[in-house]
């Protein structure tokens, strides 16, 4: 009996209403529909819509950027046909020899840094020595410090250089493609290195021991077993180390000599001097270029992950 | 007997696959040696001496040793300038924060692995294509006749085009567009790593949903976030790109004073080596929090 009456007044709160549990409800489930599903896809659209917005108007028939007047390939003729930003600056010709130079940068950077960058890649996973986690740290660092930064270093560095070699023998160094390539280099390594190392990672040290107990030296366990393995891994950081090249402008610019524009270098005269219908078009074959190449990087690097040496 | 021999010789194997091991990461020490750590202590060296012409023999910087470059780079004219890139890149850190880590955990948390490949693909694809060409995308949206000022003029609602291009706001939607992937990546590391029994078991001890992630998922994903924000906060505090092709005149960030320092006549070399300095140690001490926060939980 008396537990009965303590417990009948509280009774009327523990009623239930419907309406309120039905409301609750809703809200937490709006909460869960905007946190987990619309902020998300928020992120999605502000990622790519202006991606395919400037697809979009390099078809638009008008000089105007922003209103869309009909669909024409005019823009994408032109380049072809030797316009690109309305005067001699910006020819097409100018714009092609930009991207030889680019090609040949990136082309120098890739092979020496995806070199360097797997051998190290290789040491960090395999090897054990004194001051690995100092290294490991070194690596990181091209990659987190600003790009202006490192630009700049290497400004005053070769400046002192050449300087000091034209004060010794008289002989006048400039900068041009090689300093390029050294900028580009430094901060591909770490990426190839990063790439290489994940790859690594996942392999099985045992197919190399295998090698070793069946009288391999570690030479030829290195290309008969090792290379194979994480070739996909070199590709992958290769394609990336390339795309970086292709797409530095600040070190870049703190690296080239007179004349031997980039690509990059080309555009961004282009972009903050010319407004013209061009730009649309050849911004959207530098987008279809380079989602290529990543595509490709990306396609290798997912290859086979989580299959080797399982 | 056989045994004692295979031991031997294994370590002897061992100890000679270490030595190897440091040789092959020799060339990348030599490189960064001597084209990025002895280049900074070259920029260290200059920003304490005195300003050369560059004309004829003259070097852009001379003796004698003076702190004339790291006054005029904390004072009057480029401080304010310092002060606001830490702002932006601050508050970029904060917004690529908040849009970032919904969109790592909804990629983490995609039912299949083909799936959250896809949705992976999806963000890191903008990541590496042209970032020139995807920062200049905003002048067309933003601009006086671009595509929100067209809009909102053809719908009646503005009379004339409000100004959104060459202004602090620009740069701060192209820095933000330019470095989210920065932070989704390192999040969605951390999400994907996540035991989401752990969720469970709170709601089981009486957690609601704010409280389970508040106490248990953002605790344990909080390293993927740290690593984000260094990943966001220190290339934006250098940004050129974004500031030079959306800002104008308005929006300079250090980049800009940097760059015009040693690549515009008339350049004051040790001044862009102390301004570089100054931002160096922002960039410092974001470093060092991140590496006290990570020893700390490791």
């Known amino acids: 009996m008396a537990s009965t009456t303590t417990h009948l007044p509280p009774r009327p709160e523990l009623q239930i209403d419907q309406g309120q549990i039905r409301r609750d409800m809703a809200a937490r489930r709006v909460g869960k529909l905007f946190t987990l599903t619309l902020a998300p896809m928020a992120g999605y659209f502000f990622l790519w819509a202006p991606i395919a917005l400037l697809v979009i108007f390099s078809f638009n028939d008008s000089k105007s950027l922003a209103r869309w007047e009909g669909f024409t390939l005019q823009w994408y003729a032109n380049i072809f046909n030797n316009v690109v930003g309305g005067d001699a600056t910006f020819s097409t010709s100018k714009m092609l020899e930009a991207l030889e130079t680019s090609f040949i940068v990136g082309i120098s950077a890739t092979l020496i840094s995806t070199v360097i960058g797997t051998m190290v890649a290789l040491s960090l996973v395999r090897g054990n020595f004194p001051g690995k986690r100092f290294l490991d740290g070194l690596l990181f660092l091209p990659v987190v410090i600003p790009e202006i930064t490192q630009g700049l270093s290497l400004l005053i560095f070769f400046n002192a250089i050449f300087s000091f070699v034209n004060g010794t023998t008289g002989l006048s160094i400039q900068r041009g493609l090689a300093t390029i390539v050294i900028g580009h280099v430094v901060f591909s390594i770490s990426f190839v290195a990063i790439v290489v190392r994940a790859r690594l990672a996942d392999m099985n040290p045992r197919f190399e021991e295998a090698a070793q107990d069946l009288g391999a030296n570690a030479w030829r366990t290195f290309w008969r077993i090792t290379f194979p393995l994480i070739l996909p891994g070199i590709i992958a950081g290769a394609l990336l180390a390339f795309t970086l090249s292709l797409d530095d402008y600040v070190v870049t610019i703190f690296m080239k000599g007179v004349g031997g524009d980039t690509l990059p270098v080309f555009v961004f005269g282009l972009l903050k001097l010319t407004v013209t219908p061009e730009i649309n078009a050849i911004s959207a074959l530098i987008l279809v270029m380079s989602t290529a190449l990543v595509s490709i990087s990306l396609f290798f690097q997912g290859r086979g992950s989580g299959r080797v040496g399982a | ?298």
């Open chain 2, 1 to 298: 007997m056989a045994m004692n021999l295979d031991l031997s010789g294994s370590s002897s194997f061992n100890r000679r696959e270490k030595r190897k091991g440091f040789l092959l990461a020799l060339p990348a020490i030599i490189y960064l040696g001597v084209f990025f750590v002895i280049p900074l202590i070259f920029v260290f060296i200059i920003s304490f001496m005195t300003r050369g012409s560059g004309r004829g023999d003259e070097g852009f910087y001379t003796m004698p040793f003076t702190l004339r470059a790291y006054q005029d780079a904390v004072g009057a004219i480029y401080g304010p300038v310092i002060l606001d890139s830490v702002w932006i890149a601050f508050i970029t850190t904060v917004f690529c924060l908040l849009l970032g880590y919904p969109l790592a955990f909804f990629i983490a948390t995609r039912k299949s692995k083909a799936r959250q490949q896809f949705a992976l693909f999806l963000v890191i694809l903008p990541f590496w294509t042209n970032f020139l060409v995807r920062t200049y995308t905003w002048r067309i949206i933003l601009g006086n006749e671009g595509l929100i000022n067209s809009l909102l003029q053809g719908l009646g609602l503005t009379s004339a085009p409000i100004q959104m291009l060459n202004t602090d706001f620009a740069v701060l939607v192209g820095l933000i567009y330019g470095y989210l992937p920065f932070m989704v990546l390192p999040i969605y590391a951390s999400v994907e790593r996540f035991d989401f029994r752990l969720v469970e078991a709170a709601y089981d001890l009486g957690a609601n949903d704010w409280k389970a992630f508040w106490r248990v998922v953002l605790p344990m994903t909080l390293p993927g976030v740290v690593a984000g924000m260094i990943l966001v906060f220190i290339p934006v505090i250098g940004a050129l790109v974004t500031p030079e092709l959306l800002g104008g005149t308005q929006g300079i960030m250090i980049g800009s004073l940097i760059q015009n320092q040693f690549l515009k006549s008339g350049g004051n070399w040790p001044l862009g080596a102390a301004i570089s300095g100054v931002m160096m140690g922002f960039v410092m001490i974001a470093l060092m929090m991140y590496a006290g926060l990570t020893r700390r939980r490791s």
